[in-house]
């Protein structure tokens, strides 16, 4: 079993920035794929960006160029570096691992998922 616990929401105007970190325990997840997700209120899970144990990046289009995720294995963390934020960026955002190493935007590929963490852009 995988934990992810995700921290650094928070409220933040737009054009700010915010770090998000999820840290995995219960088992070491450098092989395994993780990613961000991202749910907004009445909307659909929506896939954020998503990274391979070697580093391998695949991205939104809606945040290409903004958001930066990255991977600490010997920490088992992830982060997601994100910039020059918009209102349409609110959302509680979610970490989640996949055990496979074949990258996927498919949230139903994931197999363990965080209570998730809220960020609010103000306009």
């Known amino acids: 079993q995988v934990q992810l616990v995700e921290s650094g929401g928070g409220l933040v105007q737009a054009g700010g920035s915010l770090r998000l970190s999820c840290a995995a325990s219960?088992?070491?997840?450098?092989?395994?794929?993780m990613a961000w997700f991202r749910q907004a209120p009445g909307k659909e899970r929506e896939f954020v960006a998503t990274?391979?144990?070697?580093?391998?990046?695949v991205y939104s289009d809606s945040v290409k160029g903004r958001f930066t995720i990255s991977r600490d294995n010997a920490k088992n963390m992830v982060y997601l570096q994100m910039n020059s934020l918009k209102p349409e960026d609110t959302a509680v955002y979610y970490c989640?691992?996949?055990?496979?190493?074949?990258?996927?935007?498919?949230?139903?590929?994931?197999?363990?998922w965080g209570q998730g963490t809220q960020v609010t852009v103000s306009s």
């Open positions: 990274i391979s144990g070697s580093g391998t990046t």
């Open positions: 219960g088992r070491t997840v450098s092989r395994y794929a």
């Open positions: 989640a691992v996949d055990r496979s190493v074949i990258l996927t935007v498919d949230w139903n590929e994931y197999d363990y």
